[in-house]
């Protein structure tokens, strides 16, 4: 008898993560990964679960990667300009990188609206909580410090934000040139209600 072949997760999950990244859950089988990955269905299930919970995982890696980082750079930010130009910013490097798919796996995954229970939603919340923490926090120490207008909902502010960053995932299907989505990215910053015009000289608006 043949030796089981093993799988081992950090290599495997970087392929797996571009699979469903690219076609998306209802776009592959089990059987596709496994073929893809050179093993058995059955070292597949073992290895992380079903689909939902091998799309799951996916989801996670991919947050590891692409995610976290620009998280990073959103709490080192010393105002919401710099938080807001932070974010488009690791967008447009992970659009314009030739090695990723289009889109955002998160993002687009959330849109899809397929998953209202179960582990990729309990992922996909959990994934998309700290993002919204640190935004929520920027827009109202934005606010308190006079640097947004004091008038202005700061539900709506996040709402805007993330909407434009939604939009970017739209945006990169097209393939849009790196020199066109920083100038988008810049259009949309200016559309928060700053109390004062960006201030040129600090480039701090500079995508």
Known sequence: ????????????????VRLFWRHGYDGLTLDQVAQELGVTKPTLFRTFGDKEDLFAQALDAYYVEFIKPGEDRLDAAPDL????????????ERIVDGD??????????????GFPSGPVAETLARLQQP??????????????GGEIDPATDPQAILHYILAQLAAFSALSHSHPPDVMLRSIAGFMIEGLPWVKPADLSRGTSAI
């Open 1 to 16: 008898m043949g030796r089981r072949r093993s799988l081992e997760t950090d290599k495997a999950l970087p392929l797996i």
């Open 131 to 144: 993002a919204l923490v640190l935004l929520d926090a920027k827009i109202e120490a934005a606010i308190e």
């Open 81 to 92: 300009r710099s938080a807001v130009t932070a974010c488009f910013s690791t967008a447009i």
């Open 100 to 113: 990723n798919p289009p889109g955002c796996f998160l993002t687009d995954t959330s849109l899809s609206g």
